[in-house]
């Protein structure tokens, strides 16, 4: 069965300081994969998706990811992080089953910014 | 435009009584998902409409939860006798069926609902 496991419960960096969220994934077929992004009070917002070509996609608000199928992983990095990015962040993989296109999310990671 | 909507924002419930929520997707899009997020938790599938027909109930926990969708439109998922563990914000999204595994789920912001 898929799985996605994201390792960090919750992570705090210094405003301006890099930052990488990491991403696991165990899916048996080609991963199509997302990052979302929820912040307190609102819905989840798309940051950037993967599906196939460049393993380095961009995604909105200065984010990208990389996929690496050898270690199954889908990390998110921002190279300066504002405060406005504290949030929860989602890793999720799409998979098929039953008909459907369902989202397999992982438990998400907590971002704090200290300013 | 208009994205997916869903109400109650909030609703707290008496252990088991019925509750109703109730979801507005985007107008066009054909699919319409219902996932539950509970504290500390990712966020798990429970239904899955394709118009108003659900090919894919997988992820409901018990035969207390169900759920409907008129035509394209309105969707309301329904507890009936609620029990605690049902605390947990409720999230709807839809999208485009089309794409197909890479189409883009639109989330509203979910209905938190706390069962006393």
């Known amino acids: 069965a898929q799985s996605v496991t994201q390792p960090d419960i919750h992570i705090t960096v210094s405003e301006g300081a890099s930052l990488e969220l990491r991403c696991n994934y165990s899916?048996?077929?080609?991963?199509?994969l997302f990052w979302y992004v929820q912040s307190p009070g609102q819905g989840l917002q798309l940051l950037l998706k993967?599906?196939?070509?460049?393993?380095l996609v961009q995604g909105i608000k200065g984010f990208e990811a990389e996929f690496k199928r050898s270690q199954s992983s889908f990390n998110l990095r921002k190279p300066s992080v504002h405060w406005s990015d504290a949030a929860e962040y989602f890793c999720?993989?799409?998979?098929?089953?039953?008909?459907?296109?369902?989202?397999?999310f992982g438990k998400g990671t907590k971002l704090s910014v200290i300013p | 435009g208009a994205g997916v909507s869903q109400s109650p924002s909030n609703k707290v419930t008496e252990k088991g009584k019925d509750v109703e929520l109730r979801c507005d997707p985007i107008?066009?899009?054909?699919?319409l998902y219902w996932y539950r997020q509970r504290l500390g938790q990712g966020l798990e599938f429970l239904i899955y409409?394709?118009?108003?027909?659900?090919p894919d109930k997988s992820g409901l926990p018990s035969d207390r939860f169900s759920a409907e969708r008129t035509g394209e439109s309105v969707s309301t998922l329904t507890i009936q006798r609620t029990q605690q563990e049902d605390s947990a914000v409720y999230l709807c999204?839809?999208?485009?069926w089309g794409s197909g595994l890479a189409a883009r789920q639109y989330f509203g912001p979910g209905t938190r609902l706390t069962v006393l």
């Open positions: 999204a839809s999208s485009f």
């Open positions: 107008s066009g899009h054909t699919a």
């Open positions: 409409f394709q118009g108003n027909s659900a």
């Open positions: 899916y048996g077929a080609t991963p199509y």
């Open positions: 993967y599906f196939s070509g460049d393993t």
């Open positions: 999720a993989v799409a998979v098929s089953g039953a008909g459907s296109y369902q989202l397999t």
